[in-house]
């Protein structure tokens, strides 16, 4: 199986920056996008960024110049960076992989979430 672990959250002021990590590990092929998500209380899960394996990326408006999504395709890794933090950013942040597998001469595509790591923003 495939396995994510988020790492980089915790609590930061407003203006301030965090730098989120989601290492993917297991029986993988290839990894095709990577994403963050985030859920505040409350509210539904939302796409913060992705990044596809050639290195395209897309943002929500709302992050859209003050967070970087990249990529460390050897490692099987993705990060966040996160600058210009406000309060509203405050949410539980997911990473979400599109992962290839071969197993058994067969190949198999699934989605993969990380565990969630808290980011919590104080004005």
């Known amino acids: 199986q495939v396995q994510l672990v988020e790492s980089g959250g915790g609590l930061a002021q407003a203006g301030g920056s965090l730098r989120l990590s989601c290492a993917a590990s297991g029986s993988i092929f290839s990894i095709n996008a990577m994403g963050w998500y985030r859920q505040a209380p409350g509210q539904q899960r939302e796409l913060v960024a992705f990044i596809t394996s050639g290195g395209n990326t897309k943002y929500a408006d709302s992050v859209t110049g003050r967070f970087t999504i990249s990529r460390d395709n050897a490692k099987n890794t993705a990060y966040l960076q996160m600058n210009s933090l406000k309060p509203e950013d405050t949410a539980v942040y997911f990473c979400?992989?599109?992962?290839?597998?071969?197993?058994?001469?067969?190949?198999?595509?699934?989605?993969?979430w990380g565990q969630g790591t808290q980011v919590t923003v104080s004005s």
């Open positions: 979400n992989a599109d992962v290839q597998r071969h197993t058994g001469g067969l190949y198999f595509r699934n989605q993969y």
